[in-house]
């Protein structure tokens, strides 16, 4: 028999005119009654889904992103959402963490078919790094390279000083992220997820991590659920064991700093630059600081009218740059 949530995804996926996420869900309908042992009904389901995409074909529909709806009601306080445009090439990471993404992506694209055999893509990501490194980024990647929309939860509406309130807030976003397919990204995800040995936890505390480990554990929509944090050594072990993938990020080291140069100065004209040399003035610099000093610069190039970013624009803010971070302390 199918779910609650399944039967209410797949209403809502029909009213909303999203075709792909319709025969995702029934799919998912379908290998559940396979491994129910109920290999008839799955093997008919399969086969009414089958003719329906042969008698309906929807060209193109694989690119149409998903209807948002803005949250409404409580749900407003819990979750902001937009569309980001955001795709791989915008984005500079080391190599095995872009393969690890590229690979989680071509999953989603081909999710149905993977759910008709019974199998779940990689939708649950613990992101995990200094600030800066591109966690958050990578979300909006996610979700523009897939046609989603990011819901990124407002931590400030989730977590309250009363007793229950926080784990019934919780409950209403997972209820959203089995509803409406997107990304869904927890930021700062040690607030909720830090280790319960802490000495100062509070007991309110556990129990907010015991709704989080049952929720993500049984969820199983078709949307992607990213947690970040800057502070992976505070999370609770149990944790995990919940996420499909841990993607480890970490500042750039010299090569890499030099592919983000070119990557983010290449919309704009430059001068012949020893791009080698930057990267070794830049190093201990994150993903992020690095793309605003190559922004300033070719900020700088229009305002003062030069046609041209210059080695030297470049070379004068990393060394403003790592002169404040080291005034707040804040230079590895």
């Known amino acids: 028999?199918?779910?609650?949530?399944?039967?209410?995804?797949?209403?809502?996926?029909?009213?909303?005119?999203?075709?792909?996420?319709?025969?995702?869900?029934?799919?998912?309908?379908?290998?559940?009654?396979?491994?129910?042992?109920?290999?008839?009904?799955?093997?008919?389901?399969?086969?009414?889904?089958?003719?329906?995409?042969?008698?309906?074909?929807?060209?193109?529909?694989?690119?149409?992103?998903?209807?948002?709806?803005?949250?409404?009601?409580?749900?407003s306080?819990?979750?902001?959402?937009?569309?980001?445009?955001?795709?791989?090439?915008?984005?500079?990471?080391?190599?095995?963490?872009?393969?690890?993404?590229?690979?989680?992506?071509?999953?989603?694209?081909?999710?149905?078919?993977?759910?008709?055999?019974?199998l779940t893509p990689r939708k649950k990501l613990l992101l995990i790094g200094p600030p800066g490194t591109g966690k958050t980024m990578s979300a909006s990647v996610l979700a523009g390279e897939l046609g989603l929309p990011l819901l990124v939860v407002r931590l400030e509406g989730l977590i309250t000083k009363y007793m229950g309130e926080t784990a019934a807030?919780?409950?209403?976003?997972?209820?959203?992220?089995?509803?409406s397919r997107g990304v869904y990204l927890f930021d700062e995800f040690d607030s909720i997820g830090s280790h319960r040995g802490q000495t100062n936890e509070v007991g309110e505390i556990r129990r907010i991590l015991n709704s989080f480990l049952q929720m993500i554990e049984q969820d199983d929509s078709d949307s992607i659920i990213l947690a970040a944090t800057n502070h992976p050594h505070i999370l609770d072990y149990a944790l995990y064991r919940r996420f499909d993938d841990v993607i480890e990020y970490s500042l750039p080291g010299k090569k890499l700093i030099g592919r983000i140069l070119k990557n983010r100065l290449s919309?704009?004209?430059?001068?012949?630059?020893?791009?080698?040399?930057?990267?070794d003035e830049a190093e201990g610099l994150s993903h992020a600081e690095i793309s605003k000093i190559c922004d300033d610069a070719i900020k700088d190039a229009i305002i003062y009218d030069r046609d041209k970013v210059t080695a030297n624009d470049l070379f004068e803010l990393v060394a403003e740059r790592k002169k404040f971070l080291n005034k707040q302390g804040l230079n590895s």
């Open 1 to 75: 028999m199918a779910s609650a949530q399944q039967l209410k995804a797949l209403i809502k996926s029909h009213i909303d005119g999203d075709e792909n996420h319709f025969y995702s869900v029934a799919m998912q309908m379908a290998a559940h009654e396979a491994r129910l042992g109920h290999g008839k009904l799955a093997q008919e389901l399969r086969a009414l889904i089958d003719e329906a995409k042969k008698n309906k074909p929807s060209a193109g529909s694989a690119k149409k992103p998903i209807p948002l709806a803005k949250p409404r009601g409580e749900l």
């Open 267 to 279: 919309a704009f004209k430059i001068s012949r630059l020893p791009f080698q040399k930057i990267s």
């Open 169 to 179: 807030k919780l409950r209403i976003v997972f209820d959203a992220i089995a509803e």
């Open 77 to 118: 306080s819990l979750l902001n959402a937009s569309y980001p445009k955001l795709r791989m090439s915008d984005m500079v990471l080391e190599k095995g963490i872009e393969e690890r993404f590229k690979k989680i992506i071509k999953e989603q694209r081909q999710i149905a078919k993977i759910r008709s055999y019974g």
